[in-house]
């Protein structure tokens, strides 16, 4: 039996990036802008996994899943991680 693999988060969706694009900002603006919303989507799903809302995050707490996330992506493969890279 395949181990289940978790649906790919999209950090940024076509519209977003459209959306980016068109804007009037600069290419390190732009740059941020995206890396900022993916940010977002990082941080909503720690939150989740620790039942709090995102204003609640503690920086230990963003910390410690990032360390679970590299173990899981070590010991489990990338595709067993949440973040594919």
């Known amino acids: 039996m395949e ?3 978790q649906p790919t988060t999209q950090f940024l ?3 977003e990036s459209e959306k980016v694009d068109a804007a009037l900002l600069s290419s ?3 740059f941020l802008t995206r890396l900022t919303i ?3 989507r990082v941080l ?3 939150a989740k996994e620790n039942n709090v809302v995102v204003e609640e995050l503690t920086t230990k707490q963003i910390i410690d899943w990032f360390e679970k996330d590299g173990k899981i992506r070590r010991e489990k493969g990338v595709e067993a991680a949440f ?3």
């Open 28 to 30: 390190p603006e732009k």
């Open 3 to 5: 181990p289940q693999q």
């Open 83 to 85: 973040l594919k890279w």
């Open 13 to 15: 969706t076509m519209e």
């Open 38 to 40: 993916s940010s977002l």
């Open 44 to 46: 909503q799903q720690i």
